[in-house]
C-alpha cells in the first residue's frame, strides 16, 4: 500500500521549521508494517495515494475542506482538537517515528554553501515525549484537561542513536514524580538535549537544577513566565538557580500575553496587559534572561494588536532585545514605520507606561546581573 503524509502546517507555513511527530509516528507504523510511505509536499499529488494521513498543529493552518472530505484520509493533531486531540492508537504511538519522513524535503530546500541550521530539528534531533500531560491546567494551554505528568516514551523508543542530540516535547517534565530516572536515562546517553516546551521553574527544587545542568544542555535552556503574579516565585527560584549551579546557557522564558484570565476582554485590560508583558520582559532582564513573546490569539483582536506585533519583534529577536530599547527598535524602522506609529500611539494613550519603552537590556541588568551569554 502507498501511504501519503501531509504536514499541513509544512505546506501552509513557508517558516515552519520543526517536524511533525506524529506524522513520523504513523509513517514509522507503516514501514515496520511493509508499507510505502512519502511526504506529500503538494496537495495535487495526493491522488496518488491508498491512503492518506494528514496532521497539524496550529489550528491557525488553512487545510482545503475537499482534502478533509477525502474518503481515504484520516487527520488530526491540536490544530483541529486542541485539548481534545485523541492520542494515536498505541501502536503507532509507542513506535520509533520515521526520521526519514522530510529527507527529500529537507534535500531540496538546502542549498550548497547555505547554513542547515535552520533545518537542524529535521536531521540532528531525536524527538519524543518522555512524559506527558501537566497538573496546572492552565484554562489557554492544549493540556487544560489533564491533571498530572506522567511517563509517556522510554528514550530508547524514539532515540536514534546515528543523531547527535535529543529534543524533549514534554509538558511539565519536572512534574513527574519519576523525572529523576528518566532525566537520568538522559544524561546517560550523553548527547545534548532540550526540553522544547520550556520547563516549569516554580516547582523546580535544588536537586532538580543541580543534575538537569550537569547535562549537556542544548544552547538555550527554556523557562515559561506566563502570568506576572508569579514574579515571586520566578525572581525565589531564578536565585536559587544562580546559587546552586553555575549557569553558562542562554536561559529563555516563554512570555504569554494577551490572555485575560478574568475572561472579560474588557477595553482596559489590553493597556494592563502591555504593561505586564513588558514589566516581564523588564524582570528577565535583570535577570540576564531573554524573553519569547507568545502572543495569544486574542492580540489580533487588541486595539494595540500592532503594539504586540511589535513587542514580539523586539523580544524574539535576541540580538535586538539585548540592544536596543524597544523606542530605539521602533525608529530604527524608520520614523514613517509601523513600528514608530504604534509606539507613539500606544504612548499617547498610556503616558505612565514611557518607561517600558526605553528599558534597556544592559541598564537593566546592571541592576541584578545574574546570567551572562
Ligand atoms: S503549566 Fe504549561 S503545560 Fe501545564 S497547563 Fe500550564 S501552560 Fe500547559
Known sequence: MRVGIIDADLLYR????????????????????GHRTELIQDYKEIRRYDRLFLFKVFTDTYVPNEILQLENLTYGGTGFYYDKAPPLPEEMEHGMPDYELYQDYIQGKMQPGKSKAAYKFYTDYSIGFLTRGCFRQCEFCV?????????????????????????FLDDNFLAC???ERLLDSVLETGKRFQFRQGLDLRIMQESQMKKLFSGKLDDTVLFAFDDIRDRDVIERKLDLLNRAVPVHKRIKFYVLCGFDRAGLWKPDFWGQDIRDTLERARILMRYKCLAYIMRYEKCWQSPYRGMYITISRWCNQPAQYAKKSLREFAAE??????ACRYVQEFEKKHPELSEYLDMKYEEEASHGAVYGY
Not at 506522567?150 to 546515528?162: G, H, I, K, N, R
Open 143 to 167: 493540556n487544560k484537561n489533564s491533571k498530572r505528568s506522567v511517563p509517556a516514551s522510554p528514550l530508547e523508543e524514539f532515540m536514534d542513536s546515528s543523531r547527535k542530540k535529543l529534543c
Open 14 to 33: 513557508p517558516r515552519q521549521r520543526f517536524p511533525n511527530l506524529a506524522c513520523m509516528k504513523i509513517s514509522g507504523f507503516y514501514k515496520r508494517e
Open 333 to 338: 524602522q524608520g520614523e514613517n514605520s509601523a
Open 177 to 179: 514524580r519519576e523525572w
